[in-house]
């Protein structure tokens, strides 16, 4: 029997929506279908402006999730048209696994709260894709692990698990979204614990730079940081943020690395070159997963790289300087192109909440034991 989900993510970067179709009676899984909307960029500049305190916010995350939900419906949409001409029919796709779009994420345990807890917060509106699709739709993945004392992300180690290891060695696996994080695969049936965690800043500051100085969404290749020049004092001041020293488990976003914390490091840089501050943004990435890999993936042979960060080959040729005792590739080369891995793990997720399975590995997010995530939207 076949055993199709649907996964959709929208992630820090807030280029698009990506949708698959997938397959997980097969071993190693299929994407029988892939599918992407770009956001037009007057709802990526208003996800974005909701990512800090703003007039009428409340109203305006209700109407943004609305718009979400209508192009993940989109995408969804695609997929089916996509698999009906495979002779998969809608009704054999048993969920859609839909992660929303990240305005907050606050879970550390504040001082206030008569519960301990912190919060995590997506925009999204699951209801009204069950509505527009007619299908079963999973939602709100982090809560749970948030309410158990966890940090409600990152939540991809486990699937990463499952994709990308194997007998003989340990992998990293560096998805390079908005923010980058890694996860840290021993040998298949070992002992040992996976690891996963947000290492900091991964597109976000590189493409809002980019975008702000070219009026490219992104550096396309990393051709405009290439013909730059590194600022080693503008990188040491970028580094110098407690939370690259924190320990793990640890999780962070737009909350902590945004616009407004860029403009305050770079404040006294006013004169330098764009080209050379685009420059030391792509080395901030490097070094920080190149830290993250030494201090946790020292025992891993190879370190796969997802994410749209995967297609900037400067960044790429940086990483490899940086890690010269281990191989860097793209998921490509593994069986998942790198836009198709995040969205891969929420069908995933998907597939584990209907069957009462736990999500999370309380080794990475720190929370209180394996829990079932997300919430089910019937049909």
């Known amino acids: 029997m076949h055993d199709y989900f649907i996964g959709l993510m929208s992630g820090t970067s807030l280029d698009g929506a990506d949708g698959v179709l997938v397959d997980f009676s097969v071993n190693p899984l299929q994407v029988v279908a892939h599918a992407s909307e770009p956001f037009t960029a007057g709802f990526r500049a208003e996800l974005l402006a909701l990512n800090t305190p703003s007039h009428n916010e409340l109203h305006r995350a209700a109407l943004a999730g609305n718009q979400l939900a209508a192009a993940y419906a989109r995408v969804v949409a695609s997929l089916v048209q996509q698999a009906e001409k495979l002779g998969i029919g809608a009704s054999r796709i048993q969920a859609v696994g839909a992660h929303g779009q990240t ?3 606050q879970p550390r345990r504040t001082s206030g709260d008569p519960w301990g807890a912190g919060y995590t917060l997506q925009l999204n509106q699951p209801a009204l894709l069950a509505e527009l699709t007619g299908m079963n739709v999973v939602a709100d993945f982090r809560s749970r692990d948030v309410a158990a004392g966890g940090q409600g992300a990152p939540l991809v180690p486990a ?65 405009w940081a290439k013909s730059g ?28 690395f945004s616009l ?23 080395e ?66 998907a597939r584990q909440m209907l069957r009462r399975q736990p999500g999370s590995l309380p080794a990475v997010t720190g929370a209180a034991g394996p829990r079932v995530l997300g919430a089910l939207y019937p049909a």
């Open 159 to 223: 699937f990463h698990q499952g994709a990308f290891s194997r007998p003989d060695a340990g992998v990293a696996v560096l998805n390079l979204g908005g923010i980058s994080n890694l996860s840290v695969l021993p040998p298949t049936g070992s002992l040992a614990a996976v690891l996963g965690f947000d290492c900091g800043p991964g597109n976000a500051l590189m493409d809002a730079w980019c975008l702000q100085h070219t009026g490219r969404p992104f550096d396309a290749g990393g051709a």
């Open 103 to 105: 305005v907050r994420h």
């Open 229 to 256: 020049r590194l600022i080693p004092a503008l990188l040491a001041r970028l580094l110098d943020e407690p939370y690259f020293a924190q320990p793990i488990p640890k999780s962070t976003g737009r909350d902590l």
């Open 284 to 349: 901030l990435t490097v070094c920080a997963c190149a830290e993250s890999v030494n201090s946790y993936g020292k025992g891993s042979a190879e370190l796969i790289v997802c994410g749209g960060g995967a297609f900037n080959l400067y960044l790429l040729e940086r990483l490899q300087a940086a890690l010269p005792w281990l191989h860097v590739s793209t998921s490509e080369q593994h069986g998942l192109p790198p836009l198709q891995v995040e969205a891969a793990a929420f069908a995933w997720l």
């Open 260 to 282: 407004a914390w860029l403009a305050g490091k770079i404040q006294p840089f006013d004169g330098e070159r764009a080209e050379d501050i685009q420059n030391t943004l792509t």
